[in-house]
């Protein structure tokens, strides 16, 4: 899925919102109200082809998710990044990279393992976490992230 359907609270319209716009200040088609996102944006899917273009640019600070299609321990963690997805919409984005289809991304950042979390503040890798961790655990880094 590369986008999201987001309805209008104003006109009611179902705006088709592409995942790497989510956080460029969406707007309803129809009638320009601004659309929220909270507890709706889903992670944004990353290639070798938009990586650091999107990284260096992004608005927010942004947590990607390198992960495997085939790796068990990603599969339960990709529900978990989903959710802090929506949660923090405003003010940080998450982001996906399959490392299996993207290796020169996954080569620069000498990802060795699945699931790597990296996280980028004005461009920058500021922190990483190798493994799944809880929920309660990515908040607080995100938060971190943050501040
Ligand atoms: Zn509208």
Same mark, same amino acid.
């Given at each position: 899925?590369?986008?999201? $359907?987001?309805?209008?609270?104003?006109?009611?319209?179902?705006?088709? $919102?592409?995942?790497?716009?989510?956080?460029?200040?969406?707007?309803?088609? *129809?009638?320009?109200?601004? !659309?929220?996102?909270?507890?709706?944006?889903?992670?944004?899917? !990353?290639? +070798?082809?938009?990586?650091?273009?999107?990284?260096?640019?992004? =608005?927010?600070?942004?947590?990607?998710?390198?992960?495997?299609?085939?790796?068990?321990?990603? *599969?339960?963690?990709? =529900?978990?990044?989903?959710?802090?997805?929506? *949660?923090?919409?405003?003010?940080?984005?998450?982001?996906?990279?399959?490392?299996?289809?993207? =290796?020169?991304?996954?080569?620069?950042?000498?990802?060795?393992?699945?699931?790597?979390? !990296?996280?980028?503040?004005?461009?920058?890798?500021?922190?990483?976490?190798?493994?799944?961790?809880?929920?309660?655990?990515?908040?607080? *880094? $995100?938060?971190?992230?943050? +501040?």
């Amino acid at each position: 899925m590369d986008s999201l $359907i987001v309805q209008c609270p104003a006109c009611g319209t179902k705006n088709n $919102i592409p995942l790497a716009k989510q956080h460029l200040a969406p707007k309803c088609g *129809r009638c320009k109200t601004r !659309l929220s996102l909270q507890g709706q944006a889903l992670p944004v899917p !990353l290639t +070798d082809g938009n990586f650091a273009a999107f990284v260096t640019s992004a =608005p927010l600070p942004v947590v990607v998710d390198c992960y495997s299609p085939t790796c068990g321990p990603c *599969r339960m963690l990709a =529900p978990v990044i989903d959710r802090l997805a929506g *949660r923090y919409w405003g003010r940080a984005i998450m982001a996906k990279l399959d490392t299996s289809h993207n =290796p020169a991304t996954a080569a620069h950042y000498q990802i060795r393992g699945v699931p790597t979390l !990296l996280f980028f503040k004005n461009g920058r890798l500021a922190d990483q976490l190798i493994g799944a961790a809880a929920e309660a655990h990515l908040a607080q *880094r $995100i938060e971190a992230l943050c +501040d």
